[in-house]
């Protein structure tokens, strides 16, 4: 069939050529966005008399049919056509004739591509963001329940402070509120208008294009007609949001992994979000947290992609452009999946305070409290942050912790030691008394609690 661009040439491409120039396989998912530009855009020459109102509704009644076709999968989407956006254009002067050739007045595809990948994508953050709102949902009930399961902090994987686990996953809560805010950022960027920039100058059309940006729910529209059509920012920013996001999932699927090892035993993943092993009975495997941190390198790899299609691109458009929609397709269905299972897996897993508490045991993770005994009683940091640490030394070589060495032998350290200093290094006091703002203490899990719920419902 001759192409609908025929007539500065036969519009007879090689099939391979066809087939290289095809975005249909993958740009078919912004069906339901084409149509609706189509049918805000059929609104708009009505209203302005570009074309008249009978037209503008015999497009819009066309196009609606059309919508409830494909949605009834009535209508299958011909992978033969070039783009959705001419398999739309054509299927719907099929239907209704020679007015269907009138859809295209005033705009071209270089405005509609940027339009539909603009409502596609702003669809999808609503969507992320809830997910994302799902996961920190998950992690503050876990968060709740472990209040006071006292584990080791770590810095350089070496036992550090004793914390609390609801401390840690608070952690990734921030994270993850933050995330929450970068996309609802980005999205006020995303949620501009390029409708009529036409090809890259506008148009000699009476347009209006406020009419067609408040129909579609756009909160403006590009002041530039040359960078409606050429800016693809809201694809790097999102793809980036993604990219973020998917480091902090891939951070804590890490933590997963390794707390689920024997090594740790901190916590135990129920069935459902295990596997097996095919030939070690006794295996038990973290692949979702696994595939979730292997997952993060394509989201990388779209960011890469995006901001290199990019880079050296003169204005306007450019059919390297394109090469915008896989990448960010890719982003979307990852960080999707990613989200989804993250929530459940978090809220089935099971937790065992005993091993942390025996993790935190062991490893002098009092050390620092012990020096800020000696400190409370007028001795100098330094001063005693050495002698904490010569008798963690002392302790090594013995084999015992710092619970177990007698007051007359902290005595022989310093005449400051008393028979309080148990107490003060028992590992419940330790966290208890971190009480600076955004510590470990519990009076700081509550302001947090407050502080998370506080940002999931605004
Ligand atoms: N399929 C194209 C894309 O995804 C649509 C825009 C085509 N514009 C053009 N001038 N060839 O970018």
């Not at 804590?252 to 992994?257: D, K, N, P, T, W």
């Not at 458009?317 to 896989?326: A, L, P, R, T, V």
């Not at 397709?329 to 999946?337: L, P």
Request: aromatic share 8%; net charge negative; glycine share 6%.
């Amino acid at each position: 069939m001759a192409k609908m661009w025929a007539g500065r040439t036969a519009g007879a491409t090689d099939k391979l050529a066809d087939d290289f120039n095809s975005s249909i396989s993958f740009d078919s998912r912004m069906y339901r966005q084409d149509i609706t530009g189509s049918m805000a855009h059929a609104a708009m020459l009505g209203a302005k008399g570009i074309i008249t109102s009978d037209e503008a509704d015999a497009l819009i009644a066309g196009l609606e049919e059309l919508l409830n076709d494909i949605e009834s999968g009535k209508v299958i989407i011909d992978l033969e056509c070039e783009d959705i956006h001419m398999f739309v254009e054509q299927l719907l002067t099929e239907r209704i004739g020679e007015v269907g050739k009138k859809l295209h007045t005033a705009r071209s595809r270089n405005d509609q591509v940027a339009l539909d990948l603009r409502m596609y994508l702003r669809e999808e953050t609503e969507t992320v963001v809830s997910l994302i709102k799902a996961v920190v949902n998950a992690l503050l009930k876990t968060a709740k329940e472990n209040k006071d399961a006292i584990m080791p902090g770590y810095t350089h994987l070496q036992r550090a402070q004793p914390i609390t686990f609801a401390h840690h996953l608070f952690a990734y809560c921030m994270m993850l509120l933050r995330d929450i805010d970068r996309f609802c950022d980005m999205s006020k960027r995303m949620n501009i208008s390029p409708i009529g920039s036409c090809a890259l100058a506008g148009t000699t059309y009476d347009t209006d294009r406020y009419f067609e940006a408040e129909k579609l729910g756009f909160d403006g529209v590009c002041m530039n007609s040359i960078d409606g059509v050429s800016d693809r920012d809201f694809c790097v920013e999102f793809v980036n949001c993604c990219a973020i996001t998917m480091m902090h999932l891939s951070r804590l699927s890490e933590e997963i992994i390794l707390w689920t090892s024997w090594e740790f035993k901190f916590v135990e993943l129920s069935d459902a979000f295990t596997t097996g092993s095919s030939i070690m009975p006794q295996k038990k495997n973290s692949d979702m947290a696994e595939l979730i941190r292997g997952k993060t390198g394509r989201v990388y790899g779209d960011l890469m992609g995006i901001l290199t299609v990019l880079k050296g691109l003169p204005l306007a458009y450019n059919k390297d452009m394109q090469e915008d929609k896989e990448g960010v397709f890719d982003a979307v269905d990852t960080i999707k999946m990613c989200l989804s299972v993250m929530a459940p897996m978090i809220e089935t897993m099971s937790v065992n305070k005993e091993n942390m508490l025996r993790a935190a045991q062991e490893g002098f993770i009092n050390a620092t409290d012990l020096a800020d005994y000696l400190v409370k009683k007028g001795m100098p940091f330094r001063t005693a942050y050495k002698i904490s640490g010569t008798l963690v030394s002392e302790c090594i070589k013995r084999r015992i912790v710092l619970e177990e060495v007698t007051l007359d032998e902290y005595k022989t350290y310093s005449e400051l030691f008393d028979s309080d200093v148990y107490e003060e290094i028992s590992l419940q006091t330790c966290v208890a008394k971190r009480i600076s703002l955004g510590g470990t203490s519990q009076a700081s899990a509550d302001a947090q609690i407050e502080f998370i719920e506080k940002e999931l419902n605004k």
